[in-house]
């Protein structure tokens, strides 16, 4: 049996409540919703007294929003995660991706909901969730979203997007290559961070098992089917049936 993880349950529609908490019974048991909420102060005080693993919140209501009830949820350095049911513009899901905070389109669907309980599962012992909500308030600030979260073996690894040089399939892993020589290996696949860096124009699927990152490249070499040179000296080989979106990428990446 999955391990139990308890919960609240924060919209300021009470149909959308009884559906999440119906839809909780029926696909994940696991999870034990400690109490509900229609609005940020509600939200905070039960947040506090429950100190739940994770806070479903829906992100338009009344009054403060959940992105509000995010901040103050940090700032009372609670220690939970945050999993948002909400239909949202793609500037904010992009911020969820890049803080690895989970977020469910409504209408919801159950598959989805699944996985997102799961990936809660897979993070109760980690003791940086507080660190992901400021990371994600900061992803959301002023347009700047340069921070990616790493999922690692005990938790998170912050680090900014122009610093990756490559990353690159490894079965079911990623190596990832940084500027300053460090590389992570990382028990996500390939498709994974090509999802979560698809708002950058820099990054572009080179090969089947490189993603790349234009600002890190030193120069391209045409001979053969064509060589990618970066900036740590990596050669990188261009796919026949990647060249196309390569290059289109690299004339908008430098307009």
């Known amino acids: 049996m999955s391990q139990p ?9 009470a149909q959308a409540r009884k559906l999440l908490r119906l839809m909780l019974a029926e696909h994940a048991p696991q999870v034990v919703v400690k109490g509900e909420a229609a609005n940020v102060v509600e939200a905070l005080q039960l947040a506090i007294a429950a100190q739940p693993d994770v806070v479903f919140l829906d992100i338009e209501m009344p009054g403060k929003s959940g992105l509000q009830l995010v901040e103050e949820l940090q700032n009372a350095c609670l220690q939970c ?22 977020y469910l389109l409504k209408p919801i669907d159950e598959s989805q909901l699944i996985e997102a309980v799961e990936k809660v599962t897979g993070r109760k012992n980690a003791a940086n969730g507080n660190e992901r909500l400021g990371q994600l308030l900061e992803n959301l600030k002023l347009g700047t979203q340069d921070t990616l979260s790493i999922p690692i073996i005990n938790g998170y690894q912050f680090v900014s997007v122009g610093s990756i040089i490559s990353i690159t399939a490894d079965g079911s892993y ?82």
Do not use: P
């Not at 995660?81 to 690895?100: C, E, G, H, P």
């Not at 053969?224 to 060249?243: C, F, K, V």
């Open 174 to 255: 990623v190596n990832i290559v940084l500027a300053d020589g460090a590389m992570m290996v990382v028990s996500k696949n390939l498709k994974y961070f090509e999802q979560a860096l698809e708002g950058f124009q820099q990054f572009v699927r080179v090969h089947r098992s490189y993603l790349i990152n234009l600002q890190q490249m030193k120069r391209f070499e045409r001979s053969g089917r064509g060589t990618i040179i970066m900036n740590d000296n990596s050669e990188i080989d261009l796919a026949r049936e990647r060249r196309d979106s390569f290059f289109a990428a690299l004339e908008l990446f430098r307009k």
């Open 81 to 102: 995660d945050v999993i948002f049911t909400t239909a949202y513009n793609k500037y904010a899901v992009q911020a969820f991706r890049l803080s690895a905070v989970d």
């Open 5 to 13: 993880i308890t919960a609240i349950i924060v919209d300021d529609a």
